[in-house]
């Protein structure tokens, strides 16, 4: 048993994240070094119930929040959902890394018609926005892109900068 931080427990140096399924089920997990460790994430692997890029995490509490807004922020990871979602942006979900599919964009449709994509502002995240607005149309999804400041995620941008900061970002989403 570790110490639960509601979404999460820490085990052994590392804060163990399970991902559920939109039904309730922990279908992962997700652990990453609290200190110098290495490697710095380990994520469960692809098994007969769960595949990386078919599930979002987060989407089995940010779904009525979504719902009701008509609206989605898609983040890269775990920790960056977290802390939206501490921060109150609860109709926030993780991609689980930069490769977003055309699975989670028919998942996301589902629960609400505008997404908004807020990948790291780093090279891979640019990239990933990319590729991911065209998956999102051929959903049916209005995709608006959200556009931190170099050097940025989501979590260290409402750590630094606050809620209503954010949700300006959002607010000006392109």
Do not use: M
């Not at 469960?44 to 609206?71: E, I």
């Not at 898609?74 to 979900?93: F, M, P, S």
Request: hydrophobic share 45%; aromatic share 8%.
């Amino acid at each position: 048993p570790g110490q639960s931080g509601g979404y999460y427990d820490v085990y052994r140096g590392r804060l163990i994240v399970p991902t559920y399924a939109t039904t309730g089920e922990v279908i992962a997990f997700g652990g990453r070094a609290l200190g110098a460790e290495e490697p710095k994430y380990l994520n469960t692997s692809t098994t007969p119930v769960y595949t990386k890029g078919r599930f979002l995490f987060g989407l089995n509490v940010a779904r009525r929040a979504a719902g009701k807004a008509d609206a989605v922020v898609v983040v890269e990871g775990y920790l960056d959902c977290i802390a939206l979602h501490q921060a109150g942006i609860t109709n926030a979900v993780a991609a689980l890394g930069t490769a977003f599919t055309p699975d989670q964009a028919r998942e996301l449709r589902k629960v609400a018609a505008i997404v908004f994509v807020c990948f790291d502002a780093d090279g891979a995240g640019q990239a990933a926005t990319a590729k991911s607005i065209e998956i999102l149309r051929e959903a049916g999804c209005s995709a608006r892109v959200v556009t931190l400041p170099a050097g940025d995620d989501p979590d260290s941008y409402v750590r630094a900068h606050g809620v209503e900061r954010f949700r300006a970002l959002l607010a000006e989403a392109t």
